[in-house]
């Protein structure tokens, strides 16, 4: 009878703890949500912060590109402004498709499920090879954005 009892009480044991052990599993899983969507947040806050500065940089290089053909030489750009602009928008331009690179990153490790980032990035990370691709050639180091791209591609 006591064998029994204890036996019982054993049995109650190791269910709570499986049932907490259960429980933690779970929250454990909620927070790892959490803290995806928030690295995403991250990801995608600094890819707009980036795509701004590349936006500026381009307008910049348009009013030195028509500034340039100014008949008033006084007000033509430098040659010193002209390479400057030219390494502001190399830079943005960099820093824009690190940052797409990141992104990238994240789909390959499918840590956004693969229907829901192709859902929202395709059209995107299309862009992006279409506008930039003289930085996506061979060699490059934005090799995430390529394999994303070629993937996609290759499942229509």
């Not at 009480?9 to 454990?28: D, G």
């Not at 008949?71 to 400057?84: L, Y």
């Given at each position: 009878?006591?064998g029994?009892i204890v036996a019982?009480?054993?049995?109650?044991v190791?269910?709570?703890?499986?049932?907490r052990?259960?429980e933690?599993?779970e929250k454990?899983?909620?927070?790892n949500?959490?803290?995806t969507?928030n690295?995403?947040?991250?990801?995608?806050?600094?890819?707009h912060?980036m795509?701004?500065?590349?936006g500026?940089?381009?307008?910049h290089v348009?009013?030195?590109?028509?500034?340039?053909?100014l008949?008033?030489?006084s007000?033509r750009p430098t040659?010193?402004?002209v390479?400057?602009g030219a390494?502001?928008y190399n830079e943005?331009?960099?820093?824009?498709?690190?940052?797409?690179?990141?992104?990238?990153?994240?789909?390959?490790?499918e840590?956004i499920?693969?229907?829901?980032a192709?859902?929202?990035?395709?059209?995107?990370?299309i862009?992006t090879?279409c506008?930039?691709?003289?930085?996506?050639?061979?060699?490059t180091?934005f090799?995430?954005i390529?394999?994303?791209?070629?993937?996609w591609?290759?499942?229509?």
């Amino acid at each position: 009878a006591i064998g029994t009892i204890v036996a019982l009480s054993a049995f109650f044991v190791a269910i709570n703890q499986l049932k907490r052990a259960t429980e933690a599993v779970e929250k454990s899983g909620k927070s790892n949500e959490i803290f995806t969507i928030n690295t995403i947040l991250k990801i995608e806050t600094n890819m707009h912060q980036m795509r701004t500065r590349l936006g500026e940089a381009s307008i910049h290089v348009s009013q030195l590109e028509a500034n340039s053909n100014l008949f008033d030489i006084s007000k033509r750009p430098t040659e010193e402004e002209v390479k400057i602009g030219a390494l502001m928008y190399n830079e943005a331009c960099e820093n824009y498709l690190n940052t797409i690179d990141r992104l990238c990153s994240v789909i390959l490790k499918e840590i956004i499920p693969p229907i829901d980032a192709k859902k929202d990035y395709r059209q995107m990370i299309i862009d992006t090879v279409c506008v930039h691709n003289n930085y996506l050639g061979t060699g490059t180091r934005f090799r995430n954005i390529i394999k994303v791209h070629d993937r996609w591609a290759d499942e229509g």
